[in-house]
């Protein structure tokens, strides 16, 4: 889900789907579930395109694009407890009064002040937007640094790495051939630990399920013997899992 997020232009976002790479076939964004154009799907006895199928499944599965993306919680989004509040409740055609009932009988004045400050901040963000994208097509020498995903706890200098770093990391601590990685020796420091821990993630599928037999299997292969790497993709939020252990996915 991450990479779908990071790489969707806002059109994609409001869709709740983007065209993949091939452009063959459409994604959703928060389940990676897949619709093929060229392919007509049997949907409550109605037969759909590709687009109209991943519309019907964004509403059924995820609730629409905004409840789908609002839920992403304020790490990603941005918004504030009440800013959430408003958005949802305005989404839902609350009066001004409605929604300062909702937030605990704040004043309708401020209710319309949080509406005029999320129309300064959109507009705002539409300018950063451009200029990012100014910036990113300019033959630029600044550093390009790596992506973690939104869950990670860790929010300081430790994931600010840049892809030299990155690479020169990987290459000291892991040996790789394609997409398999074996693990050398597990670093100390906690920006190194973080990129290892990032690159042994990347052996899972986004998607899937595994059993914990099945995570051990695979880091035994990478040459994690003890259980330890397992408890710190967990810990840092590369894998999530149930909490009887059953089941496994990386975030």
């Known amino acids: 889900m991450e990479k779908n997020l990071q790489e969707s232009s806002v059109d994609d976002l409001v869709n709740g789907f983007r065209q993949d790479q091939s452009g063959r076939s459409l994604v959703c964004l928060f389940c990676g579930a897949r619709f093929e154009d060229g392919v007509v799907y049997p949907v409550e006895n109605l037969l759909l395109s590709s687009r109209r199928a991943a519309e019907h499944h964004i509403g059924r599965e995820h609730g629409g694009a905004f409840t789908a993306l609002i839920g992403l919680g304020g790490v990603r989004t941005g918004l504030s407890e ?3 509040t408003v958005m949802k409740e305005s989404y839902d055609g609350r009066t001004d009064r409605e ?3 909702a937030l605990g009988g704040k004043s309708e004045s401020t209710v319309r002040n949080h509406r005029f400050q999320m129309r300064r901040r959109r507009n705002e963000a539409k300018i950063f ?3 990012m994208e100014l910036l990113e097509r300019r033959d630029s020498t600044e550093p390009r640094f790596i992506e973690f995903n ?5 929010k300081d200098e430790r994931v600010m790495v840049t892809v030299d770093e ?6 000291k601590h892991c040996s790789q ?12 420091k906690q920006k190194a630990k973080l990129v290892v821990l990032n690159r042994l993630a990347e052996l899972f599928e986004r998607g899937r399920q595994y059993t914990e037999a099945e995570v051990n299997q695979m880091l035994s292969e990478a040459g994690d013997e003890s259980g330890e790497i397992r408890r710190y993709l967990i810990d840092y939020g590369f894998l999530s899992r149930k909490r009887d252990g059953s089941a496994y996915w990386r975030m």
């Open 150 to 154: 939104a869950e990670l706890p860790v």
């Open 129 to 131: 937007l451009a200029l």
């Open 82 to 84: 009440i800013q959430e």
């Open 166 to 171: 990155h690479e020169r990391i990987l290459r």
């Open 99 to 101: 929604i300062a009932s």
């Open 177 to 188: 051939k394609g997409k398999l990685v074996r693990l050398l020796s597990f670093p100390k």
